[in-house]
């Protein structure tokens, strides 16, 4: 069966350092990948969107990387900042039959930047 | 800003009662998708309306429903309301369905 998997749960770093969150999935050939910001009652931010046959794609500080050969997709944020503290979703958008545009989510990766 | 917009914001229903959520899209955005988010969770895609057509559905049972009107509103409807039921609901909007989605904050719905 199709599966998204964000590396872990929470994640805690120090404020300036480079945070790294991951996620992989099974059973899929996404037409694309999204990563997501979410805060506390709110509905998601969309950040950016990388496509199959992108590597990588930067805004600002953040960084991401799409291998479809090892399923992955790493989301960097460097010169991290307290503001940065959230809930990030990565998503992949189905290409094909019924679910075509379908997003598909993980559970999420509790970033929480230190002072 | 999104530019999406639901209504209501919060809402207490109770087991068995129907429930009418609001959705405003951006607009030149013809696509309407709902998920639903449980605490702790990631959004479960709900349905997608292209066009006031259904494009596709989750593993959600029939007593949801949605609507979407030409002018860029939809609606999700949930009959005969289960505790379960109750979770953050999200609509977002897209020009087409393989485009980047826009999520509006959410109704935050609890079924008592």
């Known amino acids: 069966s199709q599966k998204i998997e964000q590396n872990s749960e929470a994640l805690n770093i120090q404020e300036g350092k480079t945070a790294t969150l991951t996620c992989n999935y099974t059973?899929?050939?996404?037409?694309?990948l999204q990563w997501y910001r979410q805060d506390p009652g709110r509905g998601p931010v969309f950040l950016l969107l990388?496509?199959?046959?992108?590597k990588e794609k930067r805004k600002e500080r953040l960084k991401v990387t799409f291998d479809t050969t090892l399923k992955q997709s790493l989301f960097h944020i460097t010169a991290s900042q307290p503001a940065d503290s959230a809930t990030y979703l990565c998503?992949?958008?189905?290409?094909?039959?019924?679910?075509?545009?379908?997003?598909?989510f993980g559970q999420g990766t509790i970033l929480t930047v230190h002072p | 800003e999104t530019g999406v917009t639901q209504s209501p914001t919060h809402l207490i229903k109770t087991r068995g009662q129907q429930v009418t959520l609001r959705c405003s899209s951006q607009?030149?955005?013809?696509?309407v998708s709902w998920y639903q988010q449980a605490l702790g969770q990631g959004p479960q895609f709900i349905f997608q309306?292209?066009?006031?057509?259904?494009?596709g559905r989750g593993n959600f049972p029939p007593r949801f429903s949605g609507l979407q009107f030409p002018n860029y509103s939809s609606e999700l409807n949930v009959n005969a309301l289960e505790l379960d039921d109750s979770a953050l609901y999200l609509c977002?909007?897209?020009?087409?369905?393989?485009?980047?989605?826009?999520f509006g904050p959410g109704t935050r719905l609890l079924v008592l």
């Open positions: 607009s030149g955005h013809n696509t």
């Open positions: 977002a909007s897209s020009r087409t369905s393989l485009e980047t989605q826009y």
């Open positions: 998503a992949l958008a189905d290409a094909g039959g019924t679910s075509y545009g379908k997003l598909t």
């Open positions: 990388i496509r199959e046959n992108e």
């Open positions: 059973n899929y050939s996404p037409a694309y």
């Open positions: 309306y292209y066009r006031e057509e259904e494009n």
